[in-house]
């Protein structure tokens, strides 16, 4: 059973760095093709994209955030991390983390993604002084 | 790049059927998934790559893709499905996830 978990501070101060952990299990990191990536959610609001990072450490980011965004892995600790600097209120929201695997096409990997899933139940940041 | 646009809203009456589209010039020729979220709960995949449903979703729900348009199809409408719905892709031109801007789906 793959099951994700993210943690991290409820609770961060304009321009302050966030650090959120995703610890995952049922699956791994050294895996061809596995991947994590991160997705938040502003409350009442759509979904938004942030970073993924795959089995052969490839790392993409959304490009408005990229400047801002850092994903790593510790596949010995079955961990994706997601750094945020310079916090603003504005990025209140719930982070999620969710496993996404490459496409595999006749057994070759691509440089594509597929869909997201399972997702963690995902942590609610707020920034506020 | 990938800008997907989702009507914000949808109602359908229990037990008829609730069309929900994803619009993007040439979305056919990729490769398009739906969520479904529910209030205080993460999304869950319903439809992956245009047509093909995980097990466990009902097969009163179906999708499509083609030309300038992709489709989640749900029949027979139950009080259960009321939820947002997200279409996503990967757009390969900028290496990114996209997710369309979600549609409510209102059971009258």
């Known amino acids: 059973q793959v099951t994700l978990r993210e943690s991290g501070p409820a609770l961060v101060k304009p321009t302050q760095t966030l650090t959120l952990t995703c610890t995952f299990s049922?699956?791994?990191?050294?895996?061809?093709?596995?991947?994590v990536s991160w997705v938040r959610q502003p409350p009442g609001k759509a979904l938004e994209w942030l970073a993924v990072?795959?089995?052969?450490?490839?790392?993409h980011y959304s490009r408005p955030l990229k400047t801002r965004l850092t994903i790593s892995k510790d596949t010995s600790k079955n961990q994706v991390v997601l750094t945020m600097t310079d916090m603003d209120p504005v990025d209140t929201a719930t982070y999620y983390c969710?496993?996404?695997?490459?496409?595999?096409?006749?057994?070759?990997?691509?440089?594509?993604?597929?869909?997201?899933?399972?997702w963690g139940q995902g942590t609610l940041v707020t920034v506020s002084s | 790049s990938y800008v997907l646009t989702q009507p914000p809203s949808v109602s359908v009456a229990p037990g008829k059927t609730a069309t929900i589209t994803c619009g993007e010039n040439?979305?056919?020729?990729?490769?398009v998934h739906w969520y479904q979220q529910k209030p205080g709960q993460a999304p869950v995949v319903v439809m992956y790559?245009?047509?093909d449903r995980p097990s466990g979703i009902p097969d009163r729900f179906s999708a499509s893709n083609s030309g300038n348009t992709a489709t989640l199809t749900i029949f027979r409408v139950e009080a259960g499905d009321e939820a947002d719905y997200y279409c996503q892709v990967w757009d390969s031109g900028r290496d990114q996830v996209v997710f369309g801007g979600g549609t409510k789906l209102t059971v009258l």
């Open positions: 049922g699956f791994s990191l050294n895996t061809r093709g596995m991947g």
């Open positions: 790559n245009d047509d």
């Open positions: 969710a496993r996404i695997q490459n496409s595999i096409i006749r057994g070759v990997v691509m440089g594509s993604y597929n869909w997201l899933e399972p």
């Open positions: 040439d979305i056919g020729s990729t490769n």
């Open positions: 990072i795959d089995w052969d450490d490839d790392k």
